[in-house]
Each structure stands twice: as structure tokens, then as C-alpha cells.
């Protein structure tokens, strides 16, 4: 049944092809199947919903158009806004709109839909942007601010693109005529590729939009398909069922073996894996003691983790910021000293280790959560992995229900400091605890307007995290993609950062 409305989808995108309008012009060419190692929900198709933003992205960027995004070489471009400017004071960022565009059912693209959009968010950024945000002031249809209570020199990192996804429109008239479930079934946005059906959990099937503003689309049907299994996807993408996939190492490597196919690595992604340590605020758990989290650091190994879980590509880290963010202080990953980790369970109480309970990692990171738990267990911290489906695991750690370890990974861009706002900072989303000074240099640093001032204390930030052992940081992790015969322009790796293939409408097919 399944395969057959997928069927009825391509159907009813070729009777698409022929609308009066595209016929002025030489329409996009061809199709290409792009597999996801999720399953795909309605949720992801909302903007308002965006609580995962990197996996909402391979939607958001075909679909929707946000008011400024990452593009290929800048991490901040312009897009719907055309241009914007903050006032002298840091209190007042108003946007100059661009004119002439139109969501894929017609209706003109407005400040309305904008303020409409931001009131309507949230994501997992919600609170801290509703939180500092006083008003959304129209000035005319296409012009607009945003007022704040007081400054945020993180205004714009955490409202553009990929950082919270509360900068991408949604159309306000169509929104309020179907409503939000009406809306996550038929979505209308501003994108380079328009909605034509949907198989909840198995596909998506979209068609080029002639009318998109930035460039015209090379391939006229994208289709995503949702395939959590990697074998299975490493099976289509070897058999043209696939054309472009991301794949773990295991599969990654069989891609480099078959001279039909070509891997093609995110070397330089927003990715970074680590160990959460959620009992560390417990003062009964042996997790509350330094010297056993410090113990956990240093009883894996991350260079021979990189090597078997990421083809030695994922680069080994002291901390859960990418090197290349904004304010980010490098810092060198604990060496491997399994002998020194004992030792130090030892001092702590624990000379025949003990019983951690579950590592739930991240999904889909399971190989790597697996040989995390064989270091572990070397040194006497014994684990049992735990999967949970990526809903689950993200609502479970929202709401804090994670106990022992939590493998975590985060590709969520933006800077520094909105990084530490999500996981670090007390009332962050996921952070389970904190320390009171912590926070209120987090709090110091979000109001400081000078360069200079804020890096320092990030930096005293990050310093304070590591001294107290606070993660087991692991990886900064490469992203890595199979590529088909077919596909000539992959766009893996074009937009700083980011880990999927992107945007799409710079996807190129080989000409027969």
C-alpha cells in the first residue's frame, strides 16, 4: 500500500510539470531519491515545530525560506531579508523584506507572515527568544523590527537558519484557514521545491517551484525517503533506489569498495559527540565525583574511536564546541590512560568499578555508543546501550528521564554561546543542572556588546566546564554521504558546517 502512494504521488507531481506557467521556460529535469536515516514525521515540515533543527533542515531548505540562512560561503546570507541593521543601542534589529515573492499557493510573502511565523514558533529555542524579544513591529509589507527587552548580541545567530529555526515563514492566511494539523499535512512555503504528497514515515515527493527567488532548481523531483536502517539504504543506493544517502562508517567504507559509487565526507561539520554525565548533580551517585567522571574521560581512547567508528575522519576533542565556532577555546581532548582511570576509581570508592546503568545514545550513533561502553567497561564502569527512536530519545532528555549516560550530539549552529545556552546553561533545554557561577557568567556575557569582553568570558566559561569535567567530550565528527551514478552536484559539504546536503537547488543530475 505503501509503495503504491508513493506511486500516486510521482503520478500527481508529472500531471504538475504541465501547469501553464512553466511552460514559458525549459522545466528542471529528472529525479533524485534522497534517503534519510530517519523516519519522517508531519512535525518536521512545520517550522514552528523545529525542536531538531538539523534534521528539519533537509525539509526546511526545500520547502520553506527563512529570513536569512546559511548558504554556500556564508554562514548568515541574506534571503528573504534583504538586508538588515541594529540600532546603536543593540535594543532594535530591523529587516528590509524582498519584493516580488510569492508562497507556492500565490499569496504574496509580507512582514505579516514573518511576525506571524516568529509568534507562532516553538522550537527549541522558543523560550529564550519569546523570553527577550518585547515586539514585532510592522513598519510596512516589507519592512519590520524586532524590539528587545534588553541588548542580545545573539539576536540574529539564534533567529537565523540553523541555529533554532525561528527564522523560517510559514504563510500566515493559509495557516490560519487550514490550521497547524492542516498545515504539517499540505505545507505551503516560500521554498525551491513545493509539497505534492506525503506517506507519513516512508516518503515525501516535492516538485521544483519555477518561482524561487535565489536560482532555478536543476532537478525537477526530489524525493525523501525514509530509511532509519543503513544497511538498507547502502542496499538502494548500490541498487538506484538511492541516489544520495548519508551512511555510517561501516557502509561508508563499502561505498569506497564499489567503483560504481563515491563517499563524499562533511569534513568540516558542526558536529560534536560527547558523554553527558545527568547524575552528576545527584550528590549519591558516583557520578557526582570529579575524579569518576574524569576517569571516564580518560578511559577512552578517541583517536582508535575516530578510527573505528568514523574512517578517521571524526577529529578527536576537549570540548562539545566545534573549534570553528564563534568564541570557541580549543581545547585538547583527556589523553587515554585506562591505568590512571582506575586509579582514580579507585581513590573514589570504587576499586572493582560499578554498575552505571544505561548509555542511550543519540540516534542514529549506536556503533559509537558501543565501543564508548567497551572502553567504559575496561576500566570497571560497566554499561548496558539503550536505543530509544529519535522522538523518544529528544522528548526523554528534554524532560529529563535519562539516567547514567547519555551519548549525546549536537549539530545545531550558531556560536558559542547559544550552544551553551541549550546544554550548559541551568535552564538550558537539555542541561540537567549547573553551577550558580556558571550561569551568571553566562548571564554576564549575554548582555556584553564588546568583542573583546564577551570572548573573555566565554572563554572563563568553557575553562571552568573542563576543569570540572562536566562532559567526556569525544569527537567533532564528519559527515559522510554515498553518492549514485547519476548525481553529478551532491551539494554535501557547500553550506559552513552544516552536515546534509544542501541547498538543494544547487543538486545536479549527469545529462544522458
Known amino acids: 500500500m505503501r509503495r503504491y502512494l508513493l506511486t500516486y504521488c510521482l503520478i500527481g507531481a508529472v500531471v504538475l510539470l504541465v501547469r501553464p506557467e512553466a511552460l514559458a521556460q525549459r522545466p528542471p529535469e529528472g529525479q533524485l531519491s534522497l534517503g534519510l536515516s530517519f523516519t519522517i514525521a508531519p512535525t518536521y515540515l512545520d517550522p514552528a515545530e523545529a525542536t531538531q533543527v538539523i534534521a528539519s533542515a533537509n525539509f526546511f531548505y526545500a520547502l520553506h525560506d527563512a529570513l536569512i540562512k546559511p548558504l554556500p560561503g556564508n554562514p548568515m546570507a541574506p534571503a ?11 535594543l532594535v534589529y530591523e529587516f528590509t523584506l524582498r519584493e516580488g515573492v510569492a508562497f507556492h499557493n500565490g499569496d504574496p510573502f509580507t512582514a505579516e507572515d514573518v511576525k506571524f511565523s516568529f509568534l ?28 528587545l527587552h534588553t541588548p542580545w548580541p545573539d539576536f540574529l545567530t539564534v533567529y537565523s537558519g540553523l541555529a533554532s529555526g525561528a527564522g523560517w515563514v510559514v504563510p500566515k492566511a493559509y495557516v490560519e484557514r487550514v490550521g497547524d494539523e492542516g ?45 532509519p536502517d543503513p544497511t538498507t539504504r547502502l542496499a538502494m543506493l548500490k541498487t538506484g533506489e538511492l541516489d544520495l544517502t548519508g551512511l555510517p562508517p561501516d557502509e561508508a567504507a563499502a561505498v569506497k569498495s564499489d567503483p560504481k559509487l563515491r563517499l563524499v565526507p562533511a569534513t568540516r561539520t558542526g558536529i560534536t559527540a560527547w558523554l553527558e554525565f545527568p547524575e552528576q548533580w545527584d550528590a549519591k551517585s558516583p557520578w557526582h ?57 579507585a581513590e573514589a570508592g570504587y576499586p572493582q568499578g560499578f554498575d552505571a546503568g544505561d548509555l542511550t545514545p543519540f540516534p542514529p550513533i549506536l ?67 549547573s553551577y550558580p557561577d556558571l550561569d551568571a557568567l553566562f548571564q554576564e556575557q549575554a548582555a556584553e556588546r564588546d568583542r573583546t569582553t564577551r570572548e573573555a568570558l566565554l572563554h572563563r566559561i568553557q575553562s571552568l566546564v573542563h576543569e570540572r569535567v562536566m562532559h567526556a567530550p569525544l569527537l567533532e565528527r564528519a559527515a559522510l554521504h554515498g553518492v549514485g551514478p547519476r548525481v553529478e552536484e551532491p551539494a554535501v559539504g557547500l553550506v559552513p558546517l552544516a552536515p546534509g546536503a544542501i541547498p538543494y537547488e544547487e543538486m545536479r543530475l549527469k545529462r544522458p
Open 289 to 345: 565525583d570529579r575524579r569518576v567522571r574524569l576517569a571516564a574521560n580518560l578511559a577512552i581512547d578517541k583517536q582508535a574511536l575516530s578510527d573505528a567508528t568514523g574512517l578517521g575522519l571524526d577529529r578527536p576533542t576537549g570540548s562539545i564546541i566545534p573549534r570553528a565556532f564563534e568564541f570557541a577555546l580549543a581545547l585538547e581532548p583527556f589523553p587515554y590512560d585506562p591505568v590512571q582511570a582506575k586509579r582514580l576509581l
Open 80 to 90: 528573504l531579508a534583504t538586508s538588515w541593521t541594529e540600532s546603536p543601542d543593540g
Open 120 to 147: 507562532r514558533y516553538k522550537g527549541a529555542s522558543a523560550r529564550q527568544l519569546h523570553e527577550r524579544v518585547k515586539a514585532v513591529e510592522i513598519l510596512n509589507a516589507h519592512r519590520l523590527r524586532f524590539v
Open 183 to 227: 498545515f504539517k499535512q499540505h505545507p505551503i512555503g516560500l521554498g525551491p521545491y513545493r509539497f505534492v504528497c506525503m506517506d507519513p514515515g516512508v516518503g515525501l515527493v516535492l516538485e521544483a517551484y519555477d518561482r524561487y527567488w535565489r536560482k532555478p532548481s536543476a532537478v525537477q523531483r526530489l524525493l525523501l525517503k525514509s530509511v
Open 367 to 433: 556503533r559509537v555508543a558501543e565501543a564508548v561502553g567497551s572502553y567504559l567497561g575496561a576500566v570497571g564502569i560497566r554499561t548496558q546501550v539503550r536505543t530509544l527512536e529519535r522522538a523518544a530519545f529528544f522528548a526523554a532528555w528534554r524532560e529529563k528521564k535519562l539516567k547514567g549516560l547519555v551519548l549525546a550530539d549536537s549539530a545545531i549552529l550558531g556560536n558559542t554561546a547559544n550552544r551553551f545556552e541549550i546544554y550548559v546553561f541551568g535552564r538550558g533545554l537539555y542541561a540537567y543542572g
